[in-house]
């Protein structure tokens, strides 16, 4: 393949050579947990991740929880980022490491992550060149054992960090993945989004949800920057392809479905199909020439999975 991947390395060292510090700082979470810690909410929203956190005590006295590595990209979305930022903290996971890189953002995106600047290993906002770019930024100043993005329009569910680190502690998987919930506000109405068993063979097939994804730093792998809205399904084809990889078969994260979201919005089928041309061309991934047998296969797969009950 030809794909041309930017060094993360280069990346690190320009965050060096302008004074930033790494290891970074690791979130500072106190005994009795960081809900009462965080800015005020305000008194219009309750329940999670607002005026409620997981349980500190969940982690009992362990001292070494390996150390995960969360990275939000942000552009223009302040009416969603504080409970991004909200769910990752409230996790109260005692080693994790937040990064946020904002694109420049004009609206109050900016006012919102300096209220929690105290427990933000890093952050910055100026133009970058994209999401793809804005993720890779951010990882490359990473040092988790475990790794994970979440966009600033979607946010964690409770517990998820000691479930996902506690499986990979168990299965000694390389690649954790779980369901989702779409999140429509105009109906208040959360949808499961459920996701198949992944196997190298359906790798082609774009089930993975990305919010609901973790992995171990030993397979990370830079995101093609050049891609606009296919950026994690491409990596997946990179990244997990041989890998040890484990199911949680409960929602880990929630999107919400709004019209300017790459994924429902329709006036983004043009950079979905400039994607899908890059993706799969002759000196990238290459034709699939046996798409209609995958296809026919899955068909049979989902089937067969919904009758016995396994999804």
């Not at 979130?27 to 909410?41: D, H």
């Not at 429509?184 to 990305?210: A, C, G, S, V, W």
């Not at 792998?221 to 084809?237: G, M, R």
Request: hydrophobic share 40%; aromatic share 12%.
């Amino acid at each position: 393949m030809k794909i041309k991947l930017p060094s993360l390395e280069l990346y690190r060292g320009n965050f060096l050579a302008a004074g930033i510090i790494v290891p970074l700082r690791t979130v500072p979470v106190a005994g009795g947990g960081l809900l009462t810690q965080l800015p005020s909410p305000g008194p219009e929203k309750t329940g999670w991740p607002w005026t409620e956190e997981t349980l500190p005590t969940l982690y009992g006295h362990q001292t070494d929880w390996p150390k995960i590595t969360i990275v939000t990209p942000s552009y223009n979305q302040g009416k969603f980022i504080e409970q991004t930022i909200r769910s990752v903290l409230l996790q109260n996971y005692p080693n994790l490491e937040y990064i946020i890189i904002d694109g420049g953002s004009s609206d109050d995106t900016v006012k919102i992550i300096k209220k929690y600047t105290p427990w933000i290993s890093f952050w910055q906002s100026e133009r970058d060149e994209g999401q793809g770019h804005a993720i890779n930024l951010g990882f490359s100043i990473g040092s988790g054992d475990i790794r994970a993005w979440i966009n600033s329009d979607d946010y964690y569910l409770p517990e998820v960090f000691f479930q996902v680190i506690n499986t990979f502690i168990r299965t000694k998987a390389d690649f954790i993945y779980g369901y989702g919930l779409n999140y429509h506000p105009d109906r208040n109405f959360f949808e499961l989004i459920k996701t198949m068993p992944h196997t190298d063979y359906f790798l082609k097939i774009p089930t993975l949800i990305q919010p609901s994804t973790f992995w171990k730093a030993a397979i990370h792998q830079p995101i093609w920057e050049e891609l606009h809205c296919s950026l994690d399904f491409e990596l997946w084809l990179r990244l997990v392809k041989g890998r040890k990889r484990h199911l949680i078969k409960k929602p880990l994260s929630v999107a919400h479905v709004h019209e300017d979201a790459k994924t429902f919005n329709p006036e983004m089928s043009g950079k979905w199909h400039e994607d899908h041309l890059k993706i799969w061309a002759d000196d990238a991934h290459g034709r699939v020439h046996e798409w209609k047998k995958i296809v026919f296969l899955n068909r049979i797969r989902v089937k067969l999975y919904k009758i016995l009950r396994l999804i």
